[in-house]
């Protein structure tokens, strides 16, 4: 199916906009903090907002104190953590936790496992664990069985696989839950949606946005159920200059011809 739109256009009039980070915003690194959006591509979604009424959010694995960070000098709505945390355009967070003793047991367990396979890495995000094996992937076998042993004895916690990483994280949690909230809400709701992601943890948003009657566009190759494809980072990024540039073009156009019809009313 995506290959059936592999130039997707950019939405000009009553759309909203979600943005995962890694692998679509921003080239994925050997380390995840070794990750940055290029301050051209902030400007042209801090424009894009601008445009939509605030309309343009970013759906992440990453918690939301890393994606206010990573967008700085711009604050958006974020979900974070796959949704598990969430704010909305007012400020108001909304916050999914675990159980304190939970958590603490879990990421016991995750840190006597992982010590034992040198190069992984636990990235503990008090909801939610990420085990990271980008710099170990000899180990996938092993991580993916030991996350999937952690939601067995644990069956509030569900699995999520990634580009070298598997996630657990609370069950019923996802993008695609964290988009249907958004456009629920003002300046989400009544709109468009476009979201655009590059991960298996993606496919849920691209499942909620076609249900919504949306635009969904994965980054890169592989199965999805996206309705368009974008080849890379660097493809999206001028994707979304494209985007912020529609407006400004539709912005002068509709002041000209409010000028025009102004003069001739005169």
């Avoid at 958006?76 to 969430?86: C, D, I, S, Y």
């Avoid at 980008?134 to 580009?163: M, Y």
């Avoid at 993606?202 to 494809?229: H, W, Y």
């Amino acid at each position: 199916m995506a290959d059936l739109l592999s130039v997707p256009p950019a939405p000009t009039e009553n759309v909203a906009f979600f943005f995962d980070l890694d692998g679509t915003l921003a080239g994925i690194k050997m380390h995840p903090d070794h990750v940055a959006i290029p301050e051209p591509v902030r400007d042209a979604l801090s424009r894009l907002s601008q445009a939509h009424d605030g309309a343009v959010a970013l759906i992440s694995g990453r918690s939301m104190a890393e994606l206010d960070r990573l967008a700085s000098p711009y604050r958006f709505p974020l979900a974070g953590v796959h949704g598990a945390e969430r704010r909305d355009i007012n400020g108001k967070t909304h916050i999914v936790a675990l159980d304190e003793k939970t958590v603490q047991r879990v990421e016991r367990q995750l840190n006597e496992a992982l010590a034992l396979l040198p190069g992984a890495e636990l990235e503990a995000k008090g909801m939610a664990f990420a085990l990271h094996y980008r710099q170990a992937p000899q180990h996938q076998a092993a991580i993916v069985a030991l996350a999937q042993e952690i939601v067995t004895q644990f069956p509030e916690l569900a699995l999520q696989p990634g580009k070298c990483v598997v996630e657990i994280k609370p069950r019923g949690i996802n993008k695609g839950a964290a988009i249907d909230a958004f456009m629920q809400e003002a300046p989400f709701r009544g709109k468009l949606p476009v979201f655009i992601g590059d991960d298996l943890t993606d496919e849920a948003g691209f499942a909620a946005v076609n249900r919504l009657g949306g635009l969904s566009i994965k980054v890169g190759v592989g199965d999805t159920q996206a309705m368009a494809r974008l080849p890379d980072v660097a493809a999206v990024h001028q994707w979304l200059q494209n985007a912020a540039e529609n407006q400004k073009q539709n912005a002068l156009t509709n002041r000209r011809d409010g000028y025009e019809s102004l003069s001739r009313s005169i």
